[in-house]
């Protein structure tokens, strides 16, 4: 069999060589991990790489690459090295001390909706924003709608403060540093939405080691993972509005527990949902008349 010699210093070398580092540090998806960096670091997409994949990397670009596996070896999260999340419409800039925006979330997003009246001015808190991923989605594709997302941490919200900004929604989505929410008002939000912290010990323990690097205080939901959703609900009553919607996401397994404190709680119709692979995510229900 002829095979053919592969040019020394090409695009398709790097990549492959990257992608064999990777794997023999058990870096998960090492191949895309390294035509990631590689694309990011040529300031161009994957897809274009394999345009010009008999092209040589320019020599300034290689040390560069090579600081960049190093860290994805170690298990820093890739997202982290490119430093943005793409979240459904929108490209989000994130980095360590601000939760790296999921797939799921994407769901929850889409729950909230399809649940609220489309062309009305709306008001909503989110609680537990991040990256500001979850505000900004729906201030982008509902523009008569407007938020209040709340965030503990300071080096979380200025992240969410540039996604703002960058996507445009500044006059619609409100900032707002709490543990939770302060209550200053009457009740006055037609909808309460929040992905908190809901991992166990166990769960964090047992996780991937690129979990790591995300901060705990937005994955660690106490020793059974509900701290979050018994405080969000007891706040609920002083935040929503008579027949206003709450919209969670939650963690594997929680769904009855989480259905279970909202009932005692006094909210009605409570609905159970589950994302793309087939998991129980998301709980909604209303608060009483
Ligand atoms: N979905 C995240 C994970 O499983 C957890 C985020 C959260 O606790 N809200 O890694």
Redesign the pocket.
């Known amino acids: 069999m002829i095979q053919q010699v592969k040019e020394r210093g090409t695009i398709l070398v790097y990549i492959e060589e990257g992608a064999d580092f990777l794997a023999s540090h058990g870096v998960p998806d090492a191949r895309l991990s390294a035509e990631e960096l590689l694309a990011s670091v040529c300031s161009s997409s994957r897809l274009a790489l394999y345009q010009v994949l008999d092209q040589k990397l320019p020599s300034a670009l290689n040390t560069k690459y090579h600081d960049l596996l190093k860290r994805r070896s170690e298990r820093y999260p890739l997202q982290y090295l490119l430093a943005r999340q793409p979240f459904r419409f929108v490209s989000l800039e994130i980095g360590t001390g601000c ?1 790296i925006p ?1 797939p ?1 979330t994407e769901g929850l997003v889409d729950i909230v909706l399809e649940a609220l009246p489309k062309n009305r001015p709306l008001y909503i808190l989110d609680i537990g924003t991040g990256s500001g991923n979850i505000s900004i989605s729906l201030a982008c594709e509902r523009p008569q709608w407007s938020l209040v997302a709340t965030d503990i941490s300071e080096r979380a919200l200025a992240y969410a403060n540039r996604n703002i900004l960058t996507n445009g929604v500044s006059s619609r989505v409100k900032l707002v540093q709490a543990d939770l929410f302060e209550i200053t008002r009457e009740p006055q939000f037609d909808a309460l939405v929040s ?5 166990t010990n166990a769960e964090l323990e047992s ?1 991937q080691a690129e ?1 790591y690097y995300e901060p705990r205080e ?2 660690f ?1 106490g020793s059974d993972g509900l701290a979050f959703y018994r405080r969000i609900i007891s706040l609920a009553p002083q935040i929503l509005k008579p027949a206003g919607q709450i919209f969670f ?1 939650i ?1 594997f397994g929680q769904a009855e527990c989480v259905t279970e404190i909202l009932t005692r709680a006094g909210f009605e119709n409570t609905q159970v949902k589950k994302d793309n692979s087939e998991i129980e995510r998301y709980v909604s229900a209303f608060w009483k008349m």
Request: net charge negative; glycine share 14%.
């Open positions: 939760l999921r799921e992905n908190p912290p809901y991992l996780a979990l937005a994955l939901g996401e963690g």
